[in-house]
């Protein structure tokens, strides 16, 4: 490529124990939207890192803008050469403007103070031309995470970016969230503005992007046309093998109901205008059942998660399990207790303890079964849990001892799957399970979903793919707006009819129309 906006030579990064890159490659052309691809734990986002000036490569030239960088460059150098990453945690602060978190630090001056008129039409003009909805004084913390990405994006429009890195930037964005950013990339590409876009969805890599590089293990594999690939040979470049995306089999061997809730309601709440109010929410699960649960952003699947599992509260309902009542559950310690494990959707706040070890995380909620003769762990029975899960899961880590925050996303991912594994609940919840994991690993884990079925654990799925709720599921519930529309076996399923049962503003008749 002769007009080369960013080329990566033999960039090598290495932590203890780990070669995260490998001698890699990259070059993204001007005005293009580049797609990096990988496996879990692959280096993608290490890669970005070294872009970024977060972190330092070991080896490897980078050339930008024509010129080649100092290996030794700041974040805030790489920004003003033109690179701007769009982190998933974003560093917005929230009880600020829209207009004051685009310009922080460089405000507009006029005679030494903030011009703020200035700044607020500054802001408004870049709102415009990305065609947003977006009052530039409004307060950052009243808006969704889409808003919040967008303001990131507006951002990056300020400093002049020429090269814009998206991390996983549709992990947590609704199916519409997710088209307006792709409008908004195709905008971006207009204006000759590069981005790198790094997904698992790789039906969105078709969708938006023109070009794409592999990697595997730290290593460059290939890249090229997005357009003269399909996404299965995208997920054999990336897995080095063929993937099938498993269906659940009936296996026919259904048991009795081991939990059941009983008109679950709660109010809306004070205190969090988002909260979702529930309406007389009820289910049942059979041991060795696969349920899912389907609907929109908002609908109320995570909630009803959340309170069965103790960790939040309700007005009025009822939760058994084997038929005795165990509600009302006052803490998810209690919820353990009764016998349900829950893997929630947003890992990094409420699932890891980022600085502790990939063992203490794994087994800790389990301990108490690990013990031996009251008072001592029982070291070698910890070492065997933990060796079974990480070749079960292929946790890709160096050794139990380093830190969860260490490890690649999706690999975080896998160790809370085994922490809830380990635990051998009688009802498992997992919320978005395969979030943020790589096409082979997904398959591994629906695979483990089945294998706990099958061991009688009553499982619940919850997931914003439809295919995936589909593919693992024996029946599936359906959620609108803090309300049950209906339930029916999957085999019967098909996305138009979920989706009638999901959506807003479907006539009631639906409701009663399945069962
Ligand atoms: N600070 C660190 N200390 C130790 N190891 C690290 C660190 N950062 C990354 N690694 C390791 O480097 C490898 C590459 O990780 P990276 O986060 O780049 O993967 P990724 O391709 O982004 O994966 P994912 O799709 O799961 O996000 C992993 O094995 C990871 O554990
Ligand atoms: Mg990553």
Known sequence: MADALLRVRDVRKTFPGVVALDGVQLTVGRGEVHALLGENGAGKSTLLKTLAGAQRADQGTIDFDGRTLSPDD???QRQ???????????????AMSVAENMYIGREPLRNGLIDWQQMFRDAQKIIDDLGLELGPKTQVRKLSVAEQQMVEISKALTMNAQLIIMDEPTAALSGREVDKLHEIIRDLKAKGISIIYVSHKLNEVKAVCDRYTVFRDGKYITSGSVADVTVNDMVRQMVGRDVEFLKKQATGTVGDVVLKIQGVSRAGSVSDPHAVVLRDMSVEVRAGEIVGFAGLVGAGRTELARVIFGADPCDEGIVYVNGNQISPLRSPKQGIDAGIALVPEDRKQQACFLVHSIRQNMTLPSLGRLTK?????????ETKLIEEYRQKLRVKMANDQVAIGTLSGGNQQKVILARCMALKPKVLIVDEPTRGIDVGAKAEVHQVLFDMARSGIAVIVISSELPEVMAVSDRIVTFREGQITGSMPAGEATEEKLMSRMAIGVGEHHVHAAE
């Open 80 to 94: 003003q050469a033109g690179i701007v990453t769009i982190y998933q945690e974003f560093n917005l602060l929230p």
């Open 74 to 76: 700041t974040p805030i």
């Open 373 to 381: 003769w009251k008072y001592f762990i029982d070291e070698a029975a």
